[in-house]
């Protein structure tokens, strides 16, 4: 065989036949599903009050509909929330919390990775401190979050 006959044999060849043609519709209606539910996740109601835990036991909860700020420390390896005024000391090993508008955030915080902060401020789901071991977890009242 030369080069012109190699040629017309490729140029003769179907690039798809009928069964990859429905393999890769499958697929791309596959990936658009998983798509839609990442970007437009089941809309539950947001909560409306905020528990802070510690190693998984609720040591704190209040209301989110009223505006305040928290501060979460530890005082020798046990955790202690309390109300929070603007200008108090931060003591070393804290989460600032704040509840406003009906959504709660971490202010500020002195762990390291500041992950806790970068959630922002929700008004459903979690929000965690791996350094501090804390978890503020939002719920509506009178239902439990299945973990």
């Not at 500041?114 to 401190?129: L, M, P, Q, S």
Request: net charge negative; proline share 4%.
């Amino acid at each position: 065989m030369n080069r012109a006959e190699k040629i017309d044999a490729v140029k003769r060849q179907k690039y798809f036949v009928p069964g990859d043609v429905a393999v890769f519709a499958a697929a791309l209606l596959l990936i658009a599903a998983c798509l839609l539910f990442a970007l437009f996740p089941a809309a539950d109601e947001a909560g409306t009050r905020f528990y802070i835990c510690y190693d998984g036991e609720a040591v704190f909860s209040a209301p989110l509909n009223k505006d305040a700020a928290y501060l979460f420390t530890l005082e020798d390896g046990r955790p202690r929330v309390e109300a929070y005024a603007e200008g108090d000391a931060l003591p070393e090993g804290y989460n600032l919390i704040r509840a406003e508008g009906g959504r709660v955030r971490v202010a500020e915080a002195d762990c390291p990775d500041k992950t806790c902060i970068a959630f922002g401020a929700r008004d459903r789901g979690e929000i965690v401190c791996w350094a501090h071991r804390m978890v503020i977890r939002i719920e509506n009242e009178g239902l439990v979050t299945d973990v």
